[in-house]
Structures are given as C-alpha cells and as structure tokens.
C-alpha cells in the first residue's frame, strides 16, 4: 500500500525546494519535500527517505506548517498546489503533530523522528527532519530574541480556549514559546451544544461544563485567570496592516484592580442574550445561553414535575431557531403530559433559511411532540399575573429565578398580522429569540477597538483587529472590516472552532515573524437535537435534484427512510440529512470528538458508553429508561 501512494504522489505533486538562507551564516534545515493530502491526513515526501504520515485532527493541510519553517518563497511553491488543486493552504492548516520531538539543545534544532530510535519497526532508518531554531531566523519585530512573548485570551468559550488549546500543541522554536494566560469571568467552560443533554439526563453538569483548572491542568504554558475585564490600554501600532512596527503589546485591567501585561491579545467574548428592550422579557422569561441559564430552566422543569397531576403546565418558548426548536422539543419530551408546549416564531415558519431536510424532521418530531407552533407573532410584553401561592405550590417550588417568584402564570402578549393582539399564559417563558455580541452588551468595557453597527469588533481577513498589529478577535464578537465577508458566516460554535486554528496560526506566525493567513470558513454541516435520542444532522453534500427524486420514489426509498436518510437539496444543491437515532448518534460522535482535550474526551466518552450500556440493559429487561 505504501508504494502505491508514494507513485501517486510522486506522479501528482511536485517538489518544493527551499531557498537560499535568509542571510549570510543562516542554514535553512528543512529538506526539499513533497506533499499530498489524502483524506484528513498530509502526506509528506522528504527527500529520498519514506513516507511520513502527519496527522492533525484539525487539519487537513499540517504540510504546510513545514513550508513555513523554510520561507516566504516556499509558501508561495505551496500556494501554487493550491492553485492545482492539490493543496488547499487557506484551509485550516494547525495542530501539526509529529511524534516524539526532541531538541537538541546545543545545536538550536527540532529532530522529530517516526519513533524513538528512528526506525520504522522494519529495520529501514527513516532519517530525521531537522527544523532551524529560532537563533538562525530573524527576530519578529519589536521583541528581542530571547523574550518570552505573553498572550491574553480574554474569553473561554469555544474561541478563546481552543486558540489557547491550538497554540499549546502547536512546535515552537528555541525560547519562543509563549506565557498564554486564558481569562474568563466564570470558572468553568461551557460546551453550549450539549447544554440540552443537562435538561434531558443524557450528560453530567462536568461533561458539559467542565472546570477551566481541569482542563489546562495539562497544559505547561498555559493558566487560567478568572475575573471579568473592566478594562484594555493598547500600546499597538495604529498604522495599517502592512505597517513593519507590531507594537508594544498593552495592559488589561480587572474588575478587582489585577493588571495582566501583554505582548499579543486576544479578543474572544463570546455572545450574550439579547432582549431587545421589551418590558418584561429580562424581569421574568429564563434565556438559554449560558450553564447557569441551563441550571435554572433545569430547575423550573423540576419544578413543574414536581406538582401533583393535574392541569399540564403551560411553556412559551420564544425563537424558533435551532436553540428554540431544540429547546422545546427536550423540554416536551422530558415533561411529555405534564406540560403543554408552544413555539412562538416571528417568521412564517421555524428555522428559516435553514436546510429543507432539517426543517422537515424538526416539524414531523414537533408534531409527535404534540407542540404548537405560533408562527408571525412578535413579543411585545411580559407580564406577571399577581396570585398569592398556595401552600401547596410554595412547598413544591425550589426555583432560585425571579420568574418563579410569583406563582400566578406569566402573560406572554404578541401581536399577529393586520395588526391584532393576542395573549398566551405560561408558567415558564423560555427566551431564546436573539444574541448580540459581548462587546456590543459591555460597551461600557473601555475597548480602544473599532466596532460594526452591531458591536462586533473589526477585523482584518486575517481576523487581526482594524488598526492594530498585536490584537486579534474571533468568535460572535468578530465581525469583518469588510461586510460581505461575513454575510454567510453564521455565529455558531463551528464557525468558532475554525477561526481558532486561524488565530493560533497567525499568533504564531506574528511572533516568528511569518505570513499570516487569511480566514476561509469551510462550512461542514449542520447539526440539531431533537430530544434525547433524535437528531436531524444536515451534510453539504452535492445532490442534484434528479438524483434525490429518484432516491426518495425508488425502490430504496422505505430502506433510506428506516435508516433515517434522506437527499432534499438546497438552493446550492447540496443536502443529505440524517434523521432519528442515526442524527443523534453522529451528533454525539462529532461533538465527542471537538471535546477540547484529549483528556476529556476520554472521561466523556466512558461516561456516554456507560450509559448507553445501562440504558441498553433496561430496555433488555423490560425496564423504563430513567434519566441520570
């Protein structure tokens, strides 16, 4: 097998030689090679000895890193693959990860071998591949070369601990690797995708929202600050982007007096629940963006299980969106009779501009579900009913949240086409209608940064603050200087994940003084729970609509619909949607596998497989399934 991909690549790829050395004395170490992409792996020809496979759970370019190491004119060899389609160089190129590094202290120089003795098991030697220090290279500009640089990443969601993740992982040269401090208000990261999983019992509170101290226990450059910004002082370059002079870095002030100095910064707020100023919504509905959000709807749901039958108790969510058609098919799954469960959209319909296989299972399990769905209705007010609890309902109610305070039902008032009013009575309003960024909800943060009309702060294509050298911004709190780059980018976690690897990139290739690269979302899919078993899961997969009639009206139509796979292409002719268990099945697998560390992967994915096991064995035994 091995010999057949090595003449495919050495039949398709050409080779990238490196320069001559940047300057007199200089040696560039890194030996002509070949690079092939495969799958989501690289594979790289050096010289005359065998293959090397590197592999990059992020990437599907870590070759390029190693063109990176020669010079400006080796990138642009590796640009021109791309032009061939061979090679993709825009497309997340982080995570390199080569076996067993060492480095040789006297000689300044990286040695990564395929295994510790340099053989390949066979007896055949697979020789060394040499990366030059940091001492044989120029010093990135406005730092000395034996500086230690020192990033801040303010924020620890998605964006901001993933760039702290990226950068840990990634091969620095010789007394270059940074000090990262990672600083967040609260003291645990939230994956938001599974915050469903905590309403449902299918994961624990420390699966989803592990332990900032946990996570980057295993990290040596990398510690944890927790406390909120009050505010930044940039001592950046304000030229342009071409501009040579990369700035002194700057200090970030707590809300507590603590002063944190760094070199390079990183901008990664996150988003924060918007209520759009209508009276009531903040006062009494319970949003959904946040671990502590999750934890109290938890408890209203607790709450409402808790009450002797009866009258079913009526839940209002608000947004149908993916948050609110998801939110509410947990929710009336989990509560099934005991409550009676409305959707309310402000659109003609739930999940507009979503793919068309998704909108269709949402529906069908909405319907199963027995929720209504108010379509073209906009919230103008919240109102709380006064009622004096009975001593029946004060003995049974534990909620922490303003909501809850009163026992008389909330009313929800809208207003309809051609101008009519209605009111909905709920017992729980679940609010999960808009987002805006962190920077634009704190603007009384003092950020010397520029930002858009919806307070997202501007970004160059490289996702490098406008106007400054040493500040980069990622994430829902991003927005670009120029608009139309992102009009299709939605702020979602995948959107973030990407734009990590992009800024950990750059961050490395500003302290090492390197081009930077610019951002090119690649968008993999959609993915949405639809209650604890069930997904819908949408892939970008070119189906023309020919093809897809012919699947759905064929004779494999009744397997594919068991299997919970159908073909509805979009207006760009790409859709195959997964419905049911299988949807669900691969959600999890995905999301299990964008766990942050490997670590926590494992003590996740134990947890999953032991109660899928239990589960199993109460489905076996007749028994009914319980929530964990």
Not at 85 to 90: A, C, I, K
Request: a positive charge.
């Amino acid at each position: 097998m091995l010999h057949v991909l090595r003449a495919r690549l050495q039949r398709l790829t050409p080779t990238i030689t490196p320069p001559a050395p940047e300057r007199p004395g200089a040696q560039c170490s890194a030996p002509p090679f070949r690079a092939c992409i495969i799958g989501r792996a690289a594979f790289v020809h050096i010289s005359d000895v065998p293959m090397w496979k590197l592999t990059s759970p992020t990437s599907s370019l870590a070759a390029h890193q190693l063109a990176c190491h020669c010079s400006t004119s080796a990138q642009q060899s590796t640009a021109s693959l791309a032009s061939k389609g061979r090679l993709d160089v825009s497309f997340r190129c982080l995570s390199l990860r080569l076996p067993f590094a060492s480095r040789n202290q006297s000689a300044g120089r990286w040695h990564v071998n395929r295994n510790r003795n340099g053989s390949n098991g066979t007896g055949r030697h697979l020789g060394a591949l040499t990366f030059a220090s940091n001492a044989e290279r120029p010093a990135a500009s406005g730092m000395s070369n034996n500086a230690t640089p020192r990033i801040c990443i303010l924020g620890g969601g998605f964006g901001g601990l993933y760039t702290a993740v990226r950068l840990e992982s990634l091969m620095w040269p010789h007394s270059r690797r940074p000090q990262i401090t990672l600083i967040d208000q609260n003291e645990r990261f939230v994956f938001k995708p599974l915050l469903y999983e905590l309403i449902n019992g299918g994961a624990k509170p420390e699966e989803v929202a592990p332990l900032f101290s946990d996570l980057l226990a295993p990290m040596s450059s990398t510690s944890f600050v927790q406390g909120s910004v009050d505010s930044v002082h940039s001592d950046d370059s304000t030229g342009g982007a071409n501009s040579s002079n990369a700035g002194t870095g700057g200090t970030i002030t707590l809300v507590d007096g603590q002063q944190l100095q760094y070199d390079w910064l990183v901008l990664a707020l996150g988003s924060s629940t918007s209520f759009f100023g209508i009276p009531g919504v903040k006062e009494l509905a319970l949003p959904f963006n946040d671990f502590k959000d999750a934890m109290r709807v938890l408890r209203r749901v607790e709450d409402i299980e808790a009450r002797p039958p009866g009258v079913p108790a009526d839940v209002v969510v608000v947004g149908a969106g993916y948050a609110g058609v998801e939110l509410a098919t947990t929710v009336a799954e989990r509560l099934g009779n005991r409550a009676a469960v409305q959707l309310v959209s402000a659109g003609g319909d739930i999940l507009e501009g979503m793919p068309p296989g998704q909108v269709k299972a949402a529906r069908k399990m909405l319907q199963d579900l027995h929720v209504s769905i108010v379509t073209n209705a906009m919230v103008s007010s919240i109102r709380q009913e006064h009622h004096q609890p009975s001593t029946a309902e004060a003995s049974t109610s534990h909620s922490r949240h303003p909501a809850t305070a009163a026992a008389g039902k909330q009313q929800v008032h809208i207003k309809l086409p051609n101008s009519s009013k209605s009111t909905i009575p709920a017992d729980m309003v679940l609010w999960t209608a808009g987002s805006s960024p962190a920077s634009h909800a704190a603007r009384k943060l003092k950020l010397p940064f520029k930002t858009n009309k919806q307070g997202a702060l501007l970004t160059d294509r490289n996702l490098r603050v406008v106007q400054q050298q040493r500040v980069f911004a990622l994430g829902d709190v991003a927005g670009s200087e120029i608009e139309a780059q992102t009009a299709n980018i939605p702020p979602t976690a995948q959107v973030a994940f990407q734009q990590a690897d992009y800024v950990a990139w750059n961050l490395w290739s500003s302290i090492n003084a390197r081009p930077l690269l610019p951002f090119k979302y690649q968008h993999l899919g959609d993915m949405m729970s639809l209650g604890r078993v069930n997904g819908a899961v949408t892939l970008p997969v070119p189906v023309s609509r020919q093809l897809a009639s012919s699947l759905q009206g064929g004779p494999l139509s009744s397997l594919l619909g068991a299997a919970g796979i159908s073909f509805q292409p979009d207006d760009t002719g790409k859709g195959v949607t997964l419905q049911g268990p299988l949807a669900g099945f691969v959600r999890r697998a995905a999301y299990l596998y964008r766990q942050p560390t490997d670590q926590h992967k494992l003590r996740v994915g134990s947890n999953w497989l032991q109660q899928a096991a239990e589960q199993a064995q109460r489905v076996l035994s007749g028994a009914p399934a319980t929530r964990r």
